[in-house]
């Protein structure tokens, strides 16, 4: 049996690859019940950018751009970086842009429960 630790860094592993998956086949990987799930990706939704989606097709998606193990910006980085954006030359700026579109970690689309 692994522990609850173990398992939500399965499954944040599984998301980062698959980028979806539904309660259902979670449940089964991982031989949990339904409860158990939500209650772990509840406590991943803490510091993984997930979101549910409600409905025919619907399940666990990953936002965009986000992988496990990936290294971002912290927000008070990402936001001193955009503030030093204007004192740049524009070719400066598009390197800032790229920047911060490699490591600026990904914004979540609220959850539709």
Known sequence: MQSAL?????????LSDRRFETIENLMTEFDVSRSTIKRDLEILGCSVPIYTVQGNGGGIRVAD?????????RSEQEDLLRGLMDGLQPDQQKIMQGILASFAKPKVKESKN
């Open 6 to 14: 173990d398992r939500r860094q399965a499954i944040m592993e599984a």
């Open 65 to 73: 751009g986000w992988y496990a193990g990936r290294r971002y910006l």
